[in-house]
Protein backbone atom coordinates (compact mmCIF):
# COMPACT_ATOMS: atom_id res chain seq x y z
CA UNK A 1 0.00 0.00 0.00
CA UNK A 2 1.22 3.34 -0.63
CA UNK A 3 1.92 5.78 2.13
CA UNK A 4 0.27 8.61 0.52
CA UNK A 5 -2.98 8.09 -2.09
CA UNK A 6 -4.83 9.99 -4.45
CA UNK A 7 -7.73 8.99 -7.36
CA UNK A 8 -5.05 9.91 -10.13
CA UNK A 9 -8.14 11.60 -12.00
CA UNK A 10 -8.79 12.90 -14.33
CA UNK A 11 -11.54 14.77 -13.16
CA UNK A 12 -13.25 16.81 -15.95
CA UNK A 13 -15.49 19.61 -14.48
CA UNK A 14 -17.58 22.72 -16.41
CA UNK A 15 -16.47 26.08 -15.23
CA UNK A 16 -18.25 26.89 -12.16
CA UNK A 17 -18.78 23.57 -10.53
CA UNK A 18 -17.33 22.59 -7.63
CA UNK A 19 -14.99 19.37 -7.32
CA UNK A 20 -13.38 17.78 -4.23
CA UNK A 21 -10.60 15.49 -4.04
CA UNK A 22 -9.52 13.28 -1.46
CA UNK A 23 -6.14 11.76 0.01
CA UNK A 24 -5.29 9.14 2.36
CA UNK A 25 -2.03 8.57 3.86
CA UNK A 26 -1.02 5.78 6.05
CA UNK A 27 1.43 6.60 9.11
CA UNK A 28 -0.93 8.16 11.79
CA UNK A 29 2.49 9.36 12.95
CA UNK A 30 1.98 12.15 10.13
CA UNK A 31 2.07 15.48 11.71
CA UNK A 32 2.03 18.44 9.12
CA UNK A 33 0.21 18.58 5.60
CA UNK A 34 -0.14 20.09 2.77
CA UNK A 35 -1.53 20.37 -0.93
CA UNK A 36 0.53 21.79 -3.80
CA UNK A 37 -0.35 22.58 -7.45
CA UNK A 38 1.63 21.61 -10.16
CA UNK A 39 1.29 22.87 -13.93
CA UNK A 40 2.45 20.39 -17.00
CA UNK A 41 6.53 19.70 -16.35
CA UNK A 42 6.66 23.20 -13.78
CA UNK A 43 7.77 22.57 -10.49
CA UNK A 44 4.72 21.74 -7.87
CA UNK A 45 3.28 25.16 -5.97
CA UNK A 46 2.26 25.45 -2.60
CA UNK A 47 -1.44 25.85 -2.64
CA UNK A 48 -2.17 25.69 1.09
CA UNK A 49 -1.25 23.91 4.46
CA UNK A 50 -3.88 21.83 5.92
CA UNK A 51 -4.89 22.44 9.60
CA UNK A 52 -6.92 20.31 12.49
CA UNK A 53 -9.64 22.50 12.45
CA UNK A 54 -9.58 23.05 8.47
CA UNK A 55 -8.80 26.37 6.85
CA UNK A 56 -10.22 28.20 3.93
CA UNK A 57 -8.43 30.40 0.92
CA UNK A 58 -10.84 32.03 -1.01
CA UNK A 59 -12.75 29.38 -3.50
CA UNK A 60 -10.28 26.66 -1.79
CA UNK A 61 -10.95 24.60 1.64
CA UNK A 62 -9.02 22.15 2.40
CA UNK A 63 -9.70 19.67 5.65
CA UNK A 64 -7.96 17.28 7.76
CA UNK A 65 -9.35 13.79 9.10
CA UNK A 66 -6.91 12.61 11.64
CA UNK A 67 -9.18 9.54 12.64
CA UNK A 68 -9.80 8.47 9.25
CA UNK A 69 -6.22 9.33 7.78
CA UNK A 70 -7.05 11.63 5.28
CA UNK A 71 -7.19 15.02 3.81
CA UNK A 72 -9.14 17.05 1.49
CA UNK A 73 -9.46 19.74 -1.10
CA UNK A 74 -12.59 21.54 -2.07
CA UNK A 75 -12.40 23.52 -5.03
CA UNK A 76 -15.84 26.11 -5.59
CA UNK A 77 -16.98 27.90 -8.73
CA UNK A 78 -13.91 26.69 -10.59
CA UNK A 79 -12.24 28.46 -13.14
CA UNK A 80 -10.21 27.53 -16.44
CA UNK A 81 -6.90 28.56 -14.46
CA UNK A 82 -7.60 25.58 -11.95
CA UNK A 83 -6.68 22.93 -14.16
CA UNK A 84 -3.81 21.57 -13.19
CA UNK A 85 -2.22 18.65 -10.99
CA UNK A 86 -2.98 18.61 -6.77
CA UNK A 87 -0.52 17.11 -5.09
CA UNK A 88 -0.90 15.79 -1.42
CA UNK A 89 1.89 16.04 0.59
CA UNK A 90 2.38 14.46 4.24
CA UNK A 91 5.51 15.41 6.59
CA UNK A 92 6.33 12.91 9.52
CA UNK A 93 8.97 13.00 11.82
CA UNK A 94 10.16 9.03 12.05
CA UNK A 95 13.38 7.93 13.57
CA UNK A 96 14.83 10.80 13.68
CA UNK A 97 14.22 12.11 10.46
CA UNK A 98 11.61 14.08 8.49
CA UNK A 99 10.14 13.16 5.47
CA UNK A 100 7.69 14.17 2.84
CA UNK A 101 5.86 11.98 0.97
CA UNK A 102 4.02 12.75 -2.23
CA UNK A 103 1.37 11.57 -3.28
CA UNK A 104 1.19 11.13 -7.29
CA UNK A 105 -1.71 13.50 -8.00
CA UNK A 106 -4.92 13.98 -8.83
CA UNK A 107 -5.36 15.89 -12.76
CA UNK A 108 -8.29 18.47 -12.59
CA UNK A 109 -9.49 19.64 -16.32
CA UNK A 110 -12.10 22.54 -15.59
CA UNK A 111 -13.67 22.52 -19.05
CA UNK A 112 -15.50 25.98 -20.97
CA UNK B 1 13.22 37.48 -3.47
CA UNK B 2 12.95 34.45 -1.69
CA UNK B 3 13.41 31.33 -4.06
CA UNK B 4 15.39 27.83 -4.73
CA UNK B 5 17.61 27.90 -8.06
CA UNK B 6 18.78 25.20 -9.72
CA UNK B 7 20.92 24.84 -13.01
CA UNK B 8 21.07 24.22 -15.50
CA UNK B 9 17.25 23.84 -16.60
CA UNK B 10 18.03 21.35 -19.38
CA UNK B 11 21.04 18.95 -20.03
CA UNK B 12 21.22 16.97 -22.80
CA UNK B 13 24.75 14.00 -22.03
CA UNK B 14 25.98 10.73 -22.46
CA UNK B 15 26.14 7.56 -20.89
CA UNK B 16 28.80 7.92 -18.25
CA UNK B 17 29.51 11.32 -18.48
CA UNK B 18 29.90 12.72 -15.12
CA UNK B 19 27.46 15.76 -14.13
CA UNK B 20 26.22 17.93 -11.45
CA UNK B 21 23.29 19.90 -11.07
CA UNK B 22 23.27 22.97 -8.68
CA UNK B 23 20.87 23.65 -5.95
CA UNK B 24 21.07 27.25 -4.28
CA UNK B 25 18.16 28.74 -1.49
CA UNK B 26 18.08 31.88 0.16
CA UNK B 27 15.68 31.51 2.63
CA UNK B 28 18.27 30.07 5.05
CA UNK B 29 16.71 26.66 5.65
CA UNK B 30 17.98 23.45 7.12
CA UNK B 31 16.23 21.20 5.29
CA UNK B 32 17.12 20.10 1.39
CA UNK B 33 15.79 17.82 -0.49
CA UNK B 34 15.64 16.31 -4.11
CA UNK B 35 13.61 14.60 -5.54
CA UNK B 36 12.95 12.90 -9.30
CA UNK B 37 9.73 13.09 -11.65
CA UNK B 38 8.81 10.55 -13.82
CA UNK B 39 5.55 9.61 -15.52
CA UNK B 40 3.05 7.46 -13.86
CA UNK B 41 5.48 7.49 -10.30
CA UNK B 42 5.01 11.12 -9.00
CA UNK B 43 7.65 12.85 -7.13
CA UNK B 44 10.59 10.23 -5.74
CA UNK B 45 13.10 11.64 -3.10
CA UNK B 46 16.51 10.86 -4.29
CA UNK B 47 18.85 12.38 -1.31
CA UNK B 48 17.83 14.93 1.75
CA UNK B 49 19.83 17.01 3.89
CA UNK B 50 18.66 18.28 7.22
CA UNK B 51 21.20 20.32 7.90
CA UNK B 52 25.14 21.06 7.01
CA UNK B 53 27.19 17.93 6.66
CA UNK B 54 23.77 16.05 7.52
CA UNK B 55 22.52 13.60 4.11
CA UNK B 56 20.37 10.64 4.20
CA UNK B 57 19.10 8.60 1.23
CA UNK B 58 15.26 8.89 0.17
CA UNK B 59 13.67 6.42 -2.00
CA UNK B 60 15.62 5.98 -5.17
CA UNK B 61 19.32 7.26 -4.11
CA UNK B 62 21.23 4.35 -6.41
CA UNK B 63 23.56 6.47 -8.70
CA UNK B 64 22.94 9.99 -7.16
CA UNK B 65 25.34 11.59 -4.53
CA UNK B 66 25.18 14.60 -2.77
CA UNK B 67 26.88 16.88 -0.48
CA UNK B 68 26.27 19.62 2.06
CA UNK B 69 28.97 21.63 2.54
CA UNK B 70 27.22 24.66 2.97
CA UNK B 71 23.91 25.60 4.14
CA UNK B 72 22.80 28.03 0.67
CA UNK B 73 23.49 24.70 -1.42
CA UNK B 74 22.69 21.34 -2.19
CA UNK B 75 24.37 19.44 -5.70
CA UNK B 76 23.08 16.36 -7.24
CA UNK B 77 25.84 14.35 -8.44
CA UNK B 78 25.73 12.14 -11.27
CA UNK B 79 29.18 10.05 -11.38
CA UNK B 80 28.50 8.01 -14.46
CA UNK B 81 24.67 8.74 -16.03
CA UNK B 82 22.90 6.22 -17.29
CA UNK B 83 19.87 6.01 -19.85
CA UNK B 84 17.52 5.32 -16.48
CA UNK B 85 18.38 8.58 -15.14
CA UNK B 86 16.45 10.63 -18.14
CA UNK B 87 13.63 12.07 -15.42
CA UNK B 88 12.78 15.86 -14.53
CA UNK B 89 14.70 16.84 -11.39
CA UNK B 90 13.45 19.12 -8.18
CA UNK B 91 15.49 20.30 -5.58
CA UNK B 92 13.58 21.73 -2.97
CA UNK B 93 13.83 23.46 0.84
CA UNK B 94 12.23 24.40 3.79
CA UNK B 95 12.63 24.91 7.52
CA UNK B 96 12.69 22.46 10.07
CA UNK B 97 9.21 21.65 11.40
CA UNK B 98 10.34 21.29 14.86
CA UNK B 99 9.55 18.47 16.96
CA UNK B 100 6.62 17.38 19.06
CA UNK B 101 4.05 20.05 20.04
CA UNK B 102 6.40 22.61 18.67
CA UNK B 103 5.49 20.60 15.19
CA UNK B 104 4.89 23.12 12.76
CA UNK B 105 3.67 23.49 9.26
CA UNK B 106 6.94 23.48 6.85
CA UNK B 107 6.21 23.67 3.46
CA UNK B 108 8.65 23.16 0.92
CA UNK B 109 9.66 25.44 -1.72
CA UNK B 110 10.70 24.28 -4.86
CA UNK B 111 13.27 25.10 -7.35
CA UNK B 112 12.15 25.11 -11.70
CA UNK B 113 13.12 22.15 -12.39
CA UNK B 114 15.98 20.52 -14.46
CA UNK B 115 15.34 18.30 -17.30
CA UNK B 116 17.56 15.89 -17.67
CA UNK B 117 18.26 13.43 -20.71
CA UNK B 118 21.37 10.89 -20.79
CA UNK B 119 21.58 9.20 -24.56
Known amino acids: RKEVEQDPGPFNVPEGATVAFNCTYS??????FFWYRQDCRKEPKLLMS???SGNEDGRFTAQLNRASQYISLLIRDSKLSDSATYLC?????????????FGTGTRLKVLA | EAQVTQNPRYLITVTGKKLTVTCSQN?????MSWYRQDPGLGLRQIYY???????DKGDVPEGYKVSRKEKRNFPLILESPSPNQTSLYFC??????????????????FGDGTRLSIL
Open chain 2, 92 to 109: ASSSQPGQGYSYSNQPQH
Open chain 1, 27 to 32: NSASQS
Open chain 1, 50 to 52: VYS
Open chain 1, 89 to 101: VVNSFTSGTYKYI
Open chain 2, 27 to 31: MNHEY
Open chain 2, 49 to 55: SMNVEVT
